[in-house]
Structures are given as C-alpha cells and as structure tokens.
C-alpha cells in the first residue's frame, strides 16, 4: 500500500502533455468538423485521452532516468508525482465508460449494460471494447492492490510489474475501436508517439535496468545490529560508487533466502575515499527480516546513487534545521558526520581535481553551517540510531554535547511517548536563533512531515526554505 504525500510537486510537465492532448484532439474536431451529436461523449472522450497521458506519464517516471531525477529535484520527488498521476489517471478513466452510457439513464439495467458493452458496429469493434473491459478490470485490480491493499513488498512489486500489460492492452483497445485517434493524424501520431515511449520505458526498466542501470558490486563488510535496526557496511569490490550523504541507493542481495529484488535504502554516512558505504534498515517487512542471514563478504550490487536531498546542506549557505522521524533519521546520519568532522576532512593536494569538484565537503576548505537535528521516536527502545549521532559528537572535533553547543549545532532525541507530537513551536523554541532564516529538513512518516509542513508554513517560513524527503512506499 503506498501512501501520497501533500507536498508540492512540479506538475507542469504533466500538465502541458494532457493539456497538449485535448488541444490537438479539439482542433482536429474542429478541422475535420467531425462533431458528437451527444455531449455527454466529450467528457468520455476528453477522461480517456487524459488518463492514457497519465498511464505513459507514470510509467516513463518509473524509470529512474538522471534527467528525470534532475528536473523534479530528486528520485523521491519523481516517485511522488508517479503516484498521483497513477491514481489520477484511474479516476479519470472511471468516467470514459460512465458517460459513453449515462445517456441511457434513467434506463438503470440500459446504463448498467452499456458501462461495459455498447452496441457493437462490428466485430473488430466489439473486441476493442471486450479488450477495453479487461484493461480497465486490470487496471482496477493494480490500483487497488497498490493504493488500498497492505501486501508484502515484493509481492505488491510482482503486481506492479502487470501495469505494463494493462498499457499494451490499452493500445489494442485504441488500435481496434478505430475511433478519434485513428481519424485524425497528428492525433494518431501524437498518442502512438506516447504509447511507444512508455513501452519502451517499461521494457527498460522491468528487464533492462538491471544490467544497464546504474550499478556497483559491493560486499559486506560489516554488520552491526540494534534491536530492529540493521547496519550494514560495505565495500566496492572494483569501481566506487560517487555518493553524497543523504542519497539513497537500491539494494540488491544475491544470497540464497533473500528475495532478489531491489529495495531503497538510505545511506547512513558521509563520502569518503576508500567509498565505504553504510545503510541503516529497520527490519519490518518480510525482505528486511530476511536479511539477518547475511554475512561478512557476502556479495551485493548497489543502484544508484539517488536524491538530491541533501543539496541545500552541502551549499552552506545557510543554518540547518533536521527532522527525522523514526527510519527516516537515516539520511541525515552522513549529514550529521559531515557537518561535526571537519578535522578529518583533506587537504586539497590529498584529493583528485575530479572528487575535490564533487564533494568540496571533504576539504579542509569547506564550512560546515549550523545544524540543529531532532531524531523522533515513540520510545527510547525505538531510538536505534540514537547512540550513532552521540557517538559522531563524542568522536568529533567537539568531543562532547557542551562543546558542540557552543559551535551553534544542536541534537534533541524526541521521545513521543513522553512529549506527545512534536511541533514546529517546540522547534522553533529549541533551535539556537529559530528557524526562520534557516532551511528546515523532514523526513519520516507522511502524518509527521504534513503536518509539520502545514505548522511551519503558518509561521511563515517560505515553501524554498522546507525540504522534504518524500520516498515513502507504506
């Protein structure tokens, strides 16, 4: 079951191909002057035209391209829109049989009838619409599997997988009922155009990425464990992953007993030369839970890097403010690191041209700004990752939370369960100066990180300042 956040997305792109859509539909309406007698037909019409947009729309931002990533500012935020479009899209195609048959109305058995077979003008057309039936029944199916059905992950993943067969039977249903898109051809074009780069987006992605994608061997090195909390550490095994702290990566096991397929996790440390790499995974779902069998040298392959989460921090340009809640402390671990060890960072001399360019935070030269981090959790018990920031502030330059203090920077374990929810006021109290000029970074579960956004706002601080990592599949 996915969960949709309210923050804001650039929906733009979404909007202009849609928009785009129904404008050469209309003109070419107008050119051909091929008018519907029934308006009610418009609306079906327009509803079916749009969701298919949507459907090519979410699947080719399914694929993890850079450029992607880039424009919407980070893998997350791609993901978000790739979800609300999906679920828009099944809305909207809802309505395309709804109207073709509402003229029968007040007729209910003629309407019912007519939501899933008109009369047929001959036989190609009446398997368009046997096939439409089964699209849109698919289609129903995956949603409801992925919006309001709680299954393991792997197994909602498998599922996933169908929407590619669903678009493909969209495409027949298009091709067989030879309706608006085959008259007109730059219509034709344009929505064959759209079906093909999704096809191919779903190709990718389902059985080309694994080879082709951005990939790293890696084996571990290390295994620490707190509770439900896993830590992992790993260790390329020939070429380095380039990271920055924050990012996250796809984690793909090979081992006997550990289900194959890739799962996001953040990265829980800063870069570093020799590219070690640790991830922090709360043990939940049946594949976290199956990842105690696994050992020191075991091999792995890494996706990635992801996200553009921690952009703001490493410009520095102004004071920091970070909230984590829960597993979502996780990408702020390497944040925390960089920001407290600037007495382990390199000469410039010691650095390739190439890294110094890549991450001027591990230079001498760079200046960390203030941060402020608040790990929350419902209890103390809950709270694995507590002992990893005391230890980055005992291990650090400050040797200790006084010293640490008296730099600006500032930690709080929030324990909800002794303090109820935490507020923007509580952090604003809390945090050395308050938050207004600084920029402020959530990440947790969607309740928590709504809410806060919505307290914030009112207070005044700019949408700019608010930073919000959104990758959030339950």
């Known amino acids: 079951m996915l969960t949709v956040s309210k923050t804001r997305q650039r929906m733009g792109p979404i909007a202009i191909a849609v928009g785009t859509t129904l404008a050469v539909w209309l003109l ?26 949507l459907m090519c729309g979410s699947i080719v931002l399914s694929t993890r391209w850079r450029f992607l990533e880039g424009f919407f500012g980070g893998l997350d935020k791609v993901y978000q829109v790739h979800k609300r479009i999906g679920r828009w899209a099944f809305f909207l195609i809802l309505l395309h049989p709804v109207f073709l048959a509402i003229d029968r109305l007040p007729d209910v058995p003629a309407f019912l009838k007519a939501l899933f077979i008109l009369k047929p003008e001959d036989h190609r057309y009446l398997w368009g619409q046997y096939v439409g039936v089964a699209a849109l029944s698919g289609f129903a199916l995956l949603i409801t599997l992925t919006l309001w059905v709680r299954i393991a992950y792997h197994r909602w993943k498998k599922t996933h997988e169908y929407f590619g067969l669903v678009l493909l039977m969209v495409g027949v249903h298009i091709f067989l009922v030879d309706a608006d898109v085959a008259r007109y051809p730059f219509l034709t074009v344009w929505t064959y ?17 694994r080879r082709w994608g951005p990939r790293f061997d890696y084996y571990v090195y290390g295994i620490e464990r707190a509770r439900d909390i896993l830590e992992l550490i790993f260790v390329p095994r020939d070429k380095k992953m380039d990271f920055r702290p924050g990012q996250f990566v796809y984690l793909v096991v090979h081992k006997k007993g550990i289900t194959p397929e890739p799962h996001p996790y953040s990265i829980a440390c800063g870069y570093n030369l020799e590219a070690k790499l640790k991830l922090g995974i709360k043990q939940l779902g049946d594949h976290t839970r199956t990842l105690d069998r696994l050992a020191v040298g075991d091999p792995v392959t890494l996706y990635g890097p992801y996200g553009h989460f921690s952009d703001a921090f490493l410009r520095a340009d102004r004071d920091c403010v970070f909230i984590g809640g829960g597993i979502g402390i996780t990408p702020f671990i390497g944040m925390w690191h960089v920001a407290l060890h600037s007495e382990e960072r390199y000469d410039q001399s010691k650095v390739p041209e190439q890294i110094r360019d890549l991450h001027p935070e591990i230079l001498k030269t760079w200046k960390s700004p203030r941060v402020s981090l608040f790990y929350v959790c419902r209890t103390l018990e809950d709270a694995g990752f507590d002992n990893d920031i005391r230890n980055e502030v005992i291990l650090s330059q400050f040797y200790g939370f006084p010293h640490l203090e008296e730099r600006g920077h500032y930690y709080e374990l929030f324990l909800t369960s002794e303090q109820e929810r935490i507020s923007a006021d509580y952090i604003d109290q809390r ?14 579960p969607v309740p928590m990180t709504n809410a806060l956004i919505r307290q914030f706002r009112a207070m005044g601080l700019p949408h700019r300042q608010i930073i919000v990592e959104d990758f959030n599949f339950v």
């Not at 051909?32 to 947009?53: E, G, I, M, R």
């Not at 945090?431 to 947790?444: A, E, N, R, S, T």
Request: net charge positive; hydrophobic share 50%; glycine share 6%.
């Open 431 to 444: 945090v050395p100066g308050g938050i207004m000029d600084k920029y402020v970074f959530l990440c947790g």
């Open 193 to 209: 155009a759209l079906l093909s780069l999704a096809l191919v987006s779903f190709v990718y992605i389902r059985f080309l990425y």
């Open 28 to 53: 070419s309406k107008w050119y051909y002057q091929d008018w519907f007698a029934n308006p009610y037909k418009y609306v079906a019409k327009a509803a079916s035209l749009s969701a298919t947009v």
